[in-house]
C-alpha cells in the first residue's frame, strides 16, 4: 500500500526515524569508516562502542522516468574529534540528477562539492529550510546541533547512489566546530 507523503510524515517518529511503507537503513560509525579525517578520534570512539549516527526511511513507489523517490533521515548528535556526525555522502549514480532537501527538525548543514571542480560549499539545513543540490554535486550531511537532525530528500527515482566515488577519493573538505560554529576546512592529508 502506498501512503502520500503527508500520510506518511504523519506517522513518521521522530525518535527512531521508523515510517511505515519505508525500507529502513540504519548507518553505524563503523559504516563511515574513512569519512572521519581524525582517524585518532574515531579509533578511539570504536573502541568504546559502534553508536548509531543516522537512519533513512526511504519511500520508492514507482520507478519511471518522471517518478520521484525520496528519504528522510535521522542525524544524531554527535563529534568525532571536531567533526560533527555525517551521513556518507555520495553522488548520484545517474549524474544530472539533482535533489530537494527539506530541513524538518535540528540544526544541520549540507556540504555540497561540485564533481567537476571540486568548489566547495556549505549551506545550513534547518526546519523550512530548502537546499538544492544541482546534478553532478556530492553531498553529505552534518548534524552541527545538540538535538536530532532530521530532513527530507527528493530526487528522481532514476538517480541511484553512487557511494564509490566518494569512498575512493573522500570530499576535499570537512566540517569541524570552530569558536562553537560549524566551519568548512580543507581535509588534512
Ligand atoms: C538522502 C541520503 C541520506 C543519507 O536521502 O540518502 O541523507 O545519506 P547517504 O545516502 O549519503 O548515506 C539522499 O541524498 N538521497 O539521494
Ligand atoms: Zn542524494
Not at 504523519?10 to 563503523?30: D, F, I, W
Not at 523517490?69 to 548528535?77: E, M
Request: charged share 20%; hydrophobic share 35%.
Amino acid at each position: 500500500m502506498f501512503l502520500n507523503p503527508e500520510e506518511l510524515l504523519s506517522q513518521y517518529n521522530p525518535v527512531t526515524g521508523e515510517m511505515p511503507g519505508a525500507s529502513m537503513v540504519k548507518r553505524h560509525l563503523s559504516d563511515l569508516r574513512g569519512c572521519f579525517a581524525d582517524t585518532a578520534a574515531y579509533d578511539a570512539t570504536m573502541i568504546t562502542g559502534n553508536p548509531l549516527l543516522y537512519s533513512v526511511g526511504a519511500v520508492e513507489p514507482a520507478g519511471g522516468d518522471g517518478d520521484l523517490h525520496y528519504g528522510v533521515g535521522l542525524l544524531l548528535p554527535g563529534k568525532i574529534g571536531d567533526e560533527y556526525y555525517m551521513t556518507k555522502g555520495h553522488l548520484h549514480a545517474w549524474r544530472p540528477a539533482a535533489e530537494f532537501y527539506f530541513g524538518l527538525t535540528g540544526d544541520g548543514v549540507m556540504l555540497l562539492e561540485d564533481e567537476a571542480t571540486g568548489e566547495s560549499r556549505i549551506v545550513p539545513l534547518r526546519p523550512n529550510d530548502v537546499v538544492y543540490v544541482p546534478g553532478h554535486t556530492a553531498h553529505r550531511t552534518m548534524n552541527v546541533g545538540n538535538t536530532p537532525l532530521t530532513y527530507i530528500g527528493v530526487y528522481p527515482a532514476k538517480a541511484g547512489h553512487d557511494y564509490t566515488t566518494i569512498a575512493e577519493k573522500n570530499f576535499c573538505c570537512i566540517v569541524v566546530e570552530r569558536d562553537g560554529k560549524p566551519a568548512m576546512v580543507e581535509r588534512p592529508d
